[in-house]
């Protein structure tokens, strides 16, 4: 069975809909008995004034001030938000640790790529992702970003964590800024085809073998698919699961053990956690054989 993190309390109301999906996919995943279900406790928050600005995390723990306690873009801020981010970071702990455990798992999450030391942003409030690295400090942390957006956020983390590399494949640069350790491939909306992606994924891989990480989290962002508001025109529903296949049967030849979480998507709810949880499906037949319903 896939290990599979979640909380109902990753759940909250917000003016997006974000956290919704959140459930929504973990009630897609729980028709099959093909998942093993965890569920994280929050984050001591004390843990993120060592990765983020003390006075930002003070600000989104307390909703105080409104402005930076908002920053990352949900108002009004409420305490709800401030649990599930908690819980949320929690099980990003938690399914890096079942990964390395088992060789694959998955953390039902989103919102982190954007956020930086100072401040979130773009509905990513801390940097799960920069979390990991600072949590596993002898442990190499490759970040394969396939969200339609740029991970500006965790590329600055490479800057401050030395075992962290972060690559991303984006059709929006969002402002994406090159260093030793970060990495892009832009893909072009409308010029761009699945050839180039496909190339762009096992250069990931082999990079990700050259720089010997222990580990490699993937973002399976959704919101490179054609229907999306921000997708790229040429990329079905067929192609993206072709990218899972890859991106899973690269992680199993290489022995590298992935955690993998949702990251964007912004389309129709129903149609958007089905496509989210067909990677868990690929997932799931890639290490585990055929799914059962
Ligand atoms: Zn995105």
Redesign the pocket.
């Known amino acids: 069975m896939l290990n599979v993190c979640f909380s109902p309390r990753y759940f909250a109301q917000t003016h997006t809909n974000s956290m919704e999906k959140l459930v929504a996919v973990a009630e897609q995943l729980q028709q099959f008995n093909d998942y093993k279900f965890h569920e994280p406790q929050q984050i001591d928050p004390e843990i993120f004034k060592a990765l983020h600005s003390p006075k930002y995390v003070e600000a989104f723990l307390t909703g105080q001030p409104a402005k930076l306690a908002t920053f990352a873009g949900f108002k009004p801020w409420n305490e709800q938000l401030r649990d599930a981010v908690l819980s949320i970071n929690a099980g990003q702990l938690l399914a890096t640790e079942l990964a390395f455990q088992h060789g694959i798992a998955a953390n039902i999450a989103q919102g982190f790529h954007h956020a930086n030391y100072e401040y979130g942003g773009s509905y990513c409030t801390f940097n799960g992702l920069a979390l990991i690295a600072q949590h596993y400090a002898n442990k190499r942390i490759f970040i394969l970003d396939c ?3 740029g991970g500006d956020g965790t590329a600055d983390f490479t800057r401050r964590l030395d075992n962290l590399y972060n690559f991303s494949i984006y059709g929006l640069a969002f402002g994406y800024p090159t260093y030793e350790r970060a990495e892009s491939r832009h893909i072009h909306t409308k010029h761009g085809s699945f050839a180039q992606y496909t190339m762009a994924l096992h250069e990931a891989f082999q990079r990700a073998n050259e720089w010997k990480a222990d580990i490699i989290i993937y973002q399976a ?1 959704m ?1 490179c698919h054609q229907a999306d508001p ?1 997708g790229s025109a040429w990329f079905t529903t067929e192609l993206i699961q072709k990218r899972e296949e890859i991106v899973f049967n690269l992680a199993k030849r290489d022995n590298i053990p992935i955690m993998f979480v949702l ?2 998507g912004y389309q129709n709810l129903d149609d958007l956690a089905k496509l989210h949880a067909e990677t868990f499906h690929i997932a799931h037949r890639t290490y585990y054989g055929k799914n059962k319903d």
């Open positions: 969200d339609q957006h962002g919101d921000y990251a964007g």
